[in-house]
Every structure is written in structure tokens, then in C-alpha cells.
């Protein structure tokens, strides 16, 4: 017979009132998560020797409950305080805008491959490869091969650098120069970078009345992540070539959509270079993960995995891998765990429109909050075996508070479960 003899729990605070061990079930606040010896009492903190169940009751009175665990039985506690850091995979090759250099060979096939193996959409490490292709002509320059792949794979809904909506993106795509760039001569109070579009709109002037200072064929240098306020731009952020400058309405196209944020940006965050500068200007290309959109149940919060592959690129500077960096504590991940620890139990949230009791079950992780988390395992107490067969059988508890909660309400490692000072959530 089957034996099920590794059995998680999950249980997720609230903002206040999360944790109690000197309550009973009966006077628990909603969703607080408290402990309580076999006999139903209040446990206190928790000593070696003790029997006890860890709890959560939600509004209707239903009461959610691990099996009777012994202390004695821990066999191992581990945990982490949030870390809100989550950084997104970028490669860069060529220049990062500050060293760095793409190799212009005359008449060369340049390749690049990009596989993606993240389970945003493909789970269990399906490959979704992407290839593009440059010919270079008799007098290559760097610029003109950095201009064909960002235009080309900007052209491409994965790579189109678009963060919201249906057919957002997957990645972006952006280049940069070590060149030095300049002001532009009109005075441009503010203007309008819309994320997705080629166009910059909405100028407002506080000299001048129109954009002549901006000359098709050159480049902008524009601040990616800007606000109204006073960002300057630097050359680390990405440069876009002017398709065509319309002085009548004043709106500047741009070869590729903004890979940025929309904002509306000051002067100082637009600066221009000049096309013959460019001509013989150090380039280079990013390609960087874009956070996607995540629905509980029904897309699994997952960060953007891709490998790049250059063939045909001579001594081009190689490219420089950083590594996505998962924050710890993300309210995607409590709720994505704390969805399948209530699914275990008997709700089948994920098997579509089918009968199920869906509506009986409480969820309490704020996807937008962040989460202290502690982990415990413990053999179970005698019978030692969950369904059939022998050895003992094991259990998992998972208990996740709000940051900070978990010092307001006591430090819960060390007051309920009597780890020590240094142990879980001591902040």
C-alpha cells in the first residue's frame, strides 16, 4: 500500500494578531496562528516533553490543525527574515557603457541564439530557443550591427521589452555606448517616454517651441528608469536611434519601443549623439529579464532563465552573465505554497471547472507583502506511520508572518518555540 509519510503544513499570519501560545482554539483571534497542548489548553512555550498541535482559525470558525506533534520528535528547524532584494537575469555583450566593444567585421555572418528555460511558460525546463542573423556589409561598424538585432528583436512580443498587458515581454533589449553625449539645444521642461512605443510625446518647452533640436539620424541617450524630477542620464543607460523628428506636433520616433518605464522626463534625462559620433563609438547589447505577471493557481511566479549564444562575433567582449536573484519572503511564493498546502487537504483549486470546495477554504498570504519564514520538521509520535507501512512518518510546518510582525508579536522562535536568541526572526 501507498505510505504518505511526508506531510506539509503551511500557515500564514496575518498583520496583527499572528501568533499566539497562551490562547485556546475557542478564543484565538481570526487567522491567528497558535499552539496548543493535546488537551486543548493554551501550550505556553513550548519545553522537551510537551505534546502539541499548531493551529489557525479562520472567520466561520473552521479550524485548521497539524497532527499531534512531540517536541522531543523536532528533528530540525531552519528559517529566513525577508530580503526584498530580487535582482532580474541580465547579459551583456559588448560595451555596458563604460568598457566593452562589439567586433565590426566586413562581410560576416553574426548569430545569436537565445534560449529561454524558465517555467513561467514551459515548466519542467522545456526549451524555447530564439535565433537571429546579421550579415554584415564591406564597411561594418559597431553601431550598425547593434542596431539590427535590437530593431529585429524588439519586432518579437518575447523580446519587445513591453512589461504590462496581454503580450508583455519577456525580456528587453537595449544598447550602449561609452560615447560621450550632449544637451540638446532646446530647452524641454518635460516629455513623454511611453514603455512599449517608439514615440516620445507631450513635450513641454520652457524655451523654444518646438523639437528641431533633436536631428533624425542621431541618437538618444535616454534615462531608463526616470521620473518628472531631476534624473540625469548616464552612460549606463540605453540609446535609441531617431527614426523622424515631426517639428508640427512635436513627437520624436525612436527605431525600437522604449525598453523603460513610462515617465515623463525632464531635459536632463534626454541627451543626444550624434550619428557621426556613433559611427565609430564602442556598442553593446543587454538583453535582461523582465518581471512577469503572476496569478495564484494559475501561473507559477517564476523569474525569466535564458542562456545567450554568440557565433560569428570575433573578439566582441563576452558576454557578462548576471544571475536572477530570488528575493527571500515574496508574498508570490507564501501564497503559491500556502495555495498547495490547502490544496493537499483536499481542495483541488488547480483541476479547473470542476465540483470542489473551493469556497471553504481560507487564504491569508498578501501577495504584495513579504514574509519572516520558519520551517520545522518532525518525525511523528507513535503511530509512527502516516498511512501503512513502517518507519516513522514525517511532517513538514511552514509558518510565515508579515515582516516585523513576527518581532512585534514576541520573536516566535525564541517565545513560542524556544530556539534561543539567535535562531529565527530574532531582527
Same mark, same amino acid.
Given at each position: ?10 500557515? &500564514? ?25 493535546? /488537551? ?44 526584498? /532584494? /530580487? ?38 525546463? #522545456? ?51 561609452? !560615447? ?67 517639428? /508640427?506636433?512635436? $513627437? ?6 522604449? #525598453? ?9 534625462? $534626454?541627451?543626444? $549623439? ?33 542562456? &545567450? ?64 519564514? $520558519? ?24 509558518? !510565515? ?27
Amino acid at each position: 500500500m501507498f505510505k504518505q509519510d511526508n506531510n506539509l503544513y503551511v500557515f &500564514v499570519g496575518p498583520t496583527t494578531g499572528a501568533f499566539g501560545h497562551d490562547v485556546t482554539t475557542s478564543a484565538a483571534a481570526t487567522n491567528e496562528i497558535h499552539t496548543v497542548h493535546e /488537551t486543548g489548553v493554551a501550550s505556553g512555550v513550548l519545553v522537551a516533553g510537551d505534546l502539541f498541535k499548531i493551529s489557525q482559525k479562520d472567520a466561520d470558525g473552521n479550524v485548521r490543525s497539524t497532527p499531534l506533534l512531540a517536541w522531543n520528535n523536532l528533528i530540525k528547524s531552519s528559517g529566513k527574515v525577508t530580503d526584498a /532584494t /530580487t535582482t532580474e537575469q541580465s547579459s551583456v555583450f559588448g560595451s555596458g557603457g563604460s568598457t566593452g566593444s562589439i567586433d565590426n567585421l566586413n562581410s560576416n555572418r553574426y548569430t545569436m541564439r537565445v534560449n529561454f528555460k524558465n517555467n513561467v511558460d514551459l515548466y519542467s525546463e #522545456q526549451s524555447d530557443l530564439h535565433f537571429f542573423e546579421y550579415v554584415s556589409d564591406a564597411s561594418a561598424t559597431q553601431i550598425e550591427i547593434a542596431d539590427y538585432f535590437a530593431q529585429t528583436m524588439s519586432k518579437s512580443q518575447k523580446f519587445s521589452g513591453k512589461r504590462t498587458g496581454k503580450n508583455r515581454a519577456a525580456v528587453k533589449v537595449e544598447r550602449f555606448t561609452s !560615447a560621450a553625449d550632449a544637451a540638446i539645444s532646446t530647452d524641454i521642461t518635460t516629455a513623454k517616454v511611453t514603455n512599449g512605443s517608439k514615440f516620445i510625446t507631450d513635450f513641454v518647452f520652457g524655451s523654444g517651441t518646438d523639437v528641431s533640436g533633436m536631428v533624425a539620424g542621431n541618437y538618444l541617450r535616454i534615462v531608463e528608469e526616470g521620473t518628472v524630477t531631476d534624473t540625469p542620464v548616464a552612460t549606463t543607460d540605453a540609446i535609441y536611434k531617431i527614426v523622424s523628428v515631426d517639428n /508640427t506636433n512635436d $513627437i520624436i520616433e525612436l527605431d525600437q519601443p522604449f #525598453q523603460g518605464t513610462s515617465a515623463a522626463l525632464q531635459d536632463v534625462a $534626454i541627451n543626444q $549623439i550624434t550619428a557621426a559620433v556613433m559611427a565609430t563609438a564602442d556598442v553593446g547589447i543587454r538583453i535582461m529579464g523582465l518581471a512577469q505577471e503572476w496569478k495564484l493557481g494559475l501561473l507559477p511566479y517564476n523569474q525569466v532563465i535564458f542562456e &545567450v549564444t554568440l557565433d560569428g562575433w570575433g573578439d566582441t567582449t563576452a558576454v557578462a552573465n548576471t544571475a536572477a536573484v530570488t528575493a527571500a519572503g515574496q508574498g508570490h511564493k507564501i501564497a503559491e505554497l500556502e495555495w498547495f498546502s490547502q490544496g493537499s487537504a483536499g481542495a483541488p483549486y488547480r483541476h479547473g471547472a470542476v465540483p470542489n470546495n473551493a469556497d471553504n477554504i481560507t487564504l491569508v498570504a498578501d501577495k504584495d507583502d513579504w514574509y519572516d519564514v $520558519i520551517e520545522m520538521q518532525f518525525d511523528l509520535a507513535d503511530p509512527k506511520h502516516a498511512v501503512a507501512g513502517a518507519g516513522a512518518g514525517k511532517v513538514s510546518v511552514v509558518v !510565515a508572518l508579515p515582516d516585523g510582525v513576527a518581532t512585534a508579536d514576541g520573536t516566535m522562535g525564541n517565545d513560542v518555540f524556544g530556539f534561543g536568541s539567535d535562531h529565527i526572526f530574532n531582527e
